[in-house]
């Protein structure tokens, strides 16, 4: 059988302007609502101390400060304090000579700016008090639109478009040649367990997902002819025992929880893997000092908003995967800034 086919040109830079209007919000929300330049005008101020300033929790604190640091306008001094750089120092404090915190809160009421103000001082994310529900995420007690048929497709199909140009670059740059059966966690759509049917004729997979968005991955194993390979299995991966599995694969899932709930799908995942095999987290990942790069740090506001989660570094998720009991490996690139990182399991 063969492989899907790679795209031939690299869609990076699409998903980067698509992201980039955050990047407005986060330096809105800043300068203007939370006066973040003003309080440091005044001397360096430690972590601890600006979080307290600004009345953030830490999630919304690391996703707007790691944000500044990767535009340059918030750095670290050599006693991991906060400081304004002197672009910043000289012309977003209200009392500098030369600010442009007026021109930039010429943007400062507009619903996406005060929308993300809303998200940063409440650390919700958009949708997660109505009966809306949150849109990408699923836990037992929380409503979500996953759960319905319609939106429920309609959200698959569009992440599955972003993991049509992906996947096949996961299974090309790091292949599973020993593994027997493959087991894809909140696999979505299934795209990135077909990936690795098409590449290897001897492997198995098992797509862990909600009813309604296993709809989407049965018509994909079809339309791949994978189908009688790919098995689609019901279940809430917080609460239900997963099946046992060579390798699990958690292909942009764990950006979608805070930590704890990490930590409790990785524990999970190890537990379901068979000795000798690996959790394999394939995702983005920040700079291990959280500050930067800055498309990421762009995209951490859009997870930051739509789920419970937010960008991590390959740091971070090298430390759920050590405390869950596996050996992190190194990172393997694939494309749109995600990479393949693997936690393996022992044989004794």
Not at 42 to 63: C, M, N, Q, T
Request: glycine share 6%; hydrophobic share 40%.
């Amino acid at each position: 059988m063969n492989e899907l086919p790679i795209p031939s040109t690299d869609p990076t830079s699409i998903f980067e302007h698509f992201r980039g209007a955050h990047g407005t919000e986060l330096l809105v929300a800043a300068t203007c609502h939370f006066g973040l330049f003003d309080k440091l005008s005044e001397g360096p101020l430690a972590r601890g101390e600006l979080k307290e300033a600004l009345d953030l929790k830490e999630r919304s604190f690391i996703v707007l400060t790691t944000a500044l640091q990767a535009m340059g306008l918030l750095q670290k001094d050599r006693s991991e304090r906060f400081i304004a750089p002197p672009l910043a120092l000289e012309h977003l404090p209200s009392n500098s000579d030369f600010a442009v915190n007026n021109y930039i809160g010429l943007a400062a009421d507009s619903p996406n700016v005060l929308a993300m103000v809303e998200r940063l001082r409440t650390n919700k994310p958009i949708d997660s008090e109505t009966e809306e529900g949150a849109a990408f995420i699923f836990k037992e007690g929380k409503e979500s639109k996953m759960e319905g048929a319609e939106e429920a497709r309609r959200l698959t199909l569009s992440l599955a478009g972003r993991a049509n140009n992906v996947a096949p670059h996961l299974a090309a740059n790091y292949p599973l040649p020993n593994a027997k059966c493959l087991l894809d966690v909140a696999g979505g759509s299934g795209i990135y367990s077909i990936a690795y049917l098409r590449s290897n004729p001897e492997l198995r997979a098992i797509v862990f997902d909600r009813p309604e968005v296993l709809k989407v991955a049965e018509e994909f194993a079809k339309e791949h002819q994978v189908a009688d390979r790919l098995q689609l299995m019901e279940g809430d991966m917080f609460a239900d025992p997963l099946p046992s599995c060579d390798v699990a694969l958690l292909s942009n899932v764990l950006h979608d929880w805070d930590i704890p709930d990490c930590e409790t799908i990785v524990q999970h995942c190890a537990d379901a893997v068979n000795p000798g095999g690996e959790v394999l987290i394939h995702d983005v990942f920040l700079d291990d000092e959280l500050d930067g790069p800055l498309p990421i740090a762009l995209y951490s506001a859009s997870l930051f908003s739509l789920t419970e989660g937010r960008a991590y570094s390959a740091k971070e998720y090298r430390e759920m995967l050590t405390k869950a009991g596996l050996q992190p490996g190194k990172v393997t690139p694939t494309l749109v800034h995600c990479g393949a990182l693997p936690g393996c399991k022992n044989l004794h």
